[in-house]
């Protein structure tokens, strides 16, 4: 039987979600939590990859149990056993052939700017106090994005990709006090590629490029013409959006 099963994390004490030598990842703990408690070695299949101190406030992965798997159950054992900067919220079955990463329909992203000092939000805002920002500006650019597809600039240089294509469905800034947070939606997202469009946008506003240059940069398609990439800690992903008809029965 087929499991999906939902959980948020703090990313700032792991080397990204994808299992990997000498280094602590998101998947290794899901790994060894459910082994431990199915009592069988268990691989777990994540919805995405998120880099080393990235966040998520939904993400989900799926395996494959023989045992019936519930959350009335499973869910405090889980919870009991994983470190308290990884929760899981939700299990439950799904069709045999239904998969996190490729049944996936949209994903969502935000990214926290905090237009200040707070050491409270240090693990998750990229501080932002040394210049101001045209905010205007940067909405505006935003707004091209949904003109394009190919986003090989805001992609890393050594990526193993059949396709840099992506469709961007909705791309805006919100201002609240001193938080500044941009909101993204794709079908799918290339690596490196919401902290590298962020990098980008806070260059024009700063006035470091005009809102013209965006559209030169993507149609470079050079990775070095696009602006330097934001900082980890300010990006979480957000929601990942599934068929309707995707669990059992």
Not at 67 to 74: F, P, Q, V
Not at 92 to 111: G, I, N, P, W
Not at 118 to 137: M, R, V
Not at 138 to 153: E, Q, S
Request: charged letters at 20%; one cysteine or more; proline letters at 2%.
């Amino acid at each position: 039987m087929r499991y999906f099963v939902e959980l948020s994390y703090l990313g700032k004490n792991y080397h990204g979600w994808q299992v990997q030598p000498n280094a602590v990842t998101v998947q290794e703990k899901i790994n060894s939590a459910f082994s431990l408690i199915l009592r069988t070695p268990i691989q777990v299949m994540g919805a995405g990859r998120t880099d080393t101190g990235v966040h998520a406030s939904q993400m989900f992965f799926h395996l494959d149990s023989d045992s019936a798997l519930s959350n009335e159950t499973h869910l405090y054992k889980l919870n009991s056993v994983l470190p308290d900067d990884i929760a899981i919220y939700n299990i439950f079955q799904v069709k045999d052939d239904a998969h996190t990463r490729f049944s996936a329909l949209q994903r969502s992203y935000e990214y926290k700017i905090y237009l200040g000092r707070d050491p409270f939000l240090l693990d998750t805002t990229w501080q932002f106090f040394k210049s101001e920002l045209n905010i205007d500006n940067m909405n505006k650019a935003a707004a091209i994005l949904k003109n394009y597809t190919n986003f090989k600039c805001f992609s890393k240089s050594k990526t193993n990709v059949q396709t840099y294509n992506c469709i961007i469905t909705n791309a805006v800034w919100v201002l609240q006090d001193k938080s500044l947070t941009f909101h993204i939606t794709a079908d799918r997202f290339l690596r490196n590629m919401v902290r590298a469009i962020v990098g980008t946008l806070v260059a024009i506003g700063q006035g470091k490029n005009t809102v013209e240059d965006l559209s030169k940069i993507i149609e470079s398609e050079n990775r070095s013409k696009a602006g330097t990439s934001a900082p980890a800690q300010g990006l979480s992903l957000t929601k990942i959006t599934y068929p309707e008809d995707i669990k059992h029965g």
